[in-house]
Each structure stands twice: as C-alpha cells, then as structure tokens.
C-alpha cells in the first residue's frame, strides 16, 4: 500500500504554507535549550545555560537573544532551567510554563502558566 503525502494535494498555494524549523543550543547534563520558528515568531525551549552561553550559541546561528519571541520552560530541572529567570529579565521574554513548574522556580516577575 503506497503511503500518503502529509500534505495532500490541495488547492493552497505554496505561500500559504510556512514551515517549522528546529535547532538545538545544546543537550545534556550541563544544559538543554532548543529554538523553535515559525514564520518571525522564535521560541526557546528551556534555558538550561548562561546568558553568556546562550548570546554565544545563538551568534552561531546568527541570532542574538532579543530575537527570541517567547520561553518555554518545560519542567524545573536545573539543566533546562538554570538561565531563565537572567535571561528573560534582561531581554524582557515572556516566560510560559506549567502552574507548578513556574512556582517551583520561584520567579521574581509575573510569567504565564497553564
């Protein structure tokens, strides 16, 4: 049985569609952080690193931290965490994460739970 497309055939055109990429910063022990884009929006996943390590990783990819739309932190492990707080309060990033995951944190500022 042949597969299908995941896009069938429709009548869109092309410049309709907009394509979602993905980027590690890194993973590991010592820190996860994952970048996230679609169309000008760019989401990083976790902050487990510096700021300094995140501005030089971004470089890399021709980012710089004020691009970055919003944070998304998806639990409170030092090694997906430790560089939230610093670098959302620096470059003014909206933080997203669960209820308990945020007050586990303990933020400063106000961020959005779900």
């Known amino acids: 049985m042949p597969m299908r497309p995941i896009c069938p055939q429709t009548s869109a055109r092309p410049s309709q569609f907009q394509f979602l990429t993905a980027a590690s910063l890194g993973s590991g022990s010592k820190g996860n952080a994952t970048l996230v884009q679609l169309g000008d929006q760019l989401l990083l996943v976790d902050c487990g690193f510096s700021t300094r ?3 030089k990783r971004l470089a890399r ?54």
């Open 61 to 114: 990819l021709g980012l710089a931290p004020g691009d970055i739309t919003a944070l998304l932190v998806t639990h409170e492990h030092s090694d997906h965490m430790r560089g939230v707080q610093t670098l959302a309060h620096k470059f003014n990033i909206p933080v997203y994460g669960s209820h308990g995951t945020l007050k586990a944190m303990n933020f400063p500022f106000a961020a959005n739970s779900f």
């Open 53 to 55: 390590q995140v501005t």
